[in-house]
């Protein structure tokens, strides 16, 4: 079974830093480029960063530019996203998801990240 | 990185067909064909539709189709079901390697 599942999410204060992982199984990880998305509590989805195979490519969204990063590890079948900077406005459900054509293919449940002093 | 424009809201009765539009601008949908569509049912993940503005992954019913004219993309949803009802968002590749998504319909089966 494909599957993609999140982990790390956490309550942090504004101004700290979290990361988060995603765990992928069931398919051969490495071709495959790979997203974070996130929505914000009753809000719609926001596109956040984008990485390529062999991590040759990546992209970010402006809200996050500069204070996330996102990397991949094929040898463990994982994807990341190191969270810095924290706001407020970052506290969102944040879902792994599989590129396809610039399409995504493939979603984790999401992880939860709140944060708040 | 401004999000394609859909409408909030769209409704239809069962058996109905209803299309919902996502409206943006050369630099995005009307620039490339790497439009897709998603449904989200509260506190669920959101699962693809449709990719490249008009293919259906493996396992989604055909009454589920796309297209696209110009800077705007469409979904359909013929033969409406109860369990259509949800949320609809499309998504695009822009220039400047960003993506985007649209705000978002909530579609009600009456």
């Known amino acids: 079974e494909v599957r993609l599942v999140e982990s790390g999410g956490d309550l942090v204060q504004p101004g700290g830093s979290l990361r988060l992982s995603c765990a992928a199984s069931g398919f051969t990880f490495s071709p495959y480029s790979m997203n974070w998305v996130r929505q914000a509590p009753g809000k719609g989805l926001e596109w956040l960063s984008y990485?390529?195979?062999?991590?040759?490519?990546?992209y970010y969204a402006d809200s996050v530019k500069g204070r996330f990063t996102i990397s991949r590890d094929d040898a463990k079948n994982s994807l990341y996203l190191q969270m810095n900077s924290l706001r407020d406005e970052d506290t969102a459900v944040y879902y792994c998801a599989r590129g396809y054509q610039y399409s995504l293919d493939v979603w984790g449940p999401g992880t939860t990240v709140t944060v708040s002093s | 990185q401004s999000a394609l424009t859909q409408p909030p809201s769209a409704s239809g009765s069962p058996g109905q067909s209803v299309t919902i539009s996502c409206t943006g601008t050369?630099?995005?949908?009307?620039?490339?064909?790497?439009v897709s569509w998603y449904q989200q049912h509260p506190g669920k993940a959101p699962k693809l539709l449709i990719y490249e503005v008009t293919k259906r992954p493996s396992g989604v019913p055909d009454r589920f189709s796309g297209s696209k004219s110009g800077n705007t993309a469409s979904l359909t949803v013929s033969g409406l079901q109860g369990e259509d009802e949800a949320d609809y968002y499309c998504y695009s590749y822009a220039a400047s390697n960003t993506l985007v998504f649209g705000g978002g319909t909530q579609l009600t089966v009456l």
């Open positions: 990485i390529r195979s062999s991590s040759s490519v990546i």
């Open positions: 050369s630099s995005d949908v009307g620039g490339y064909n790497y």
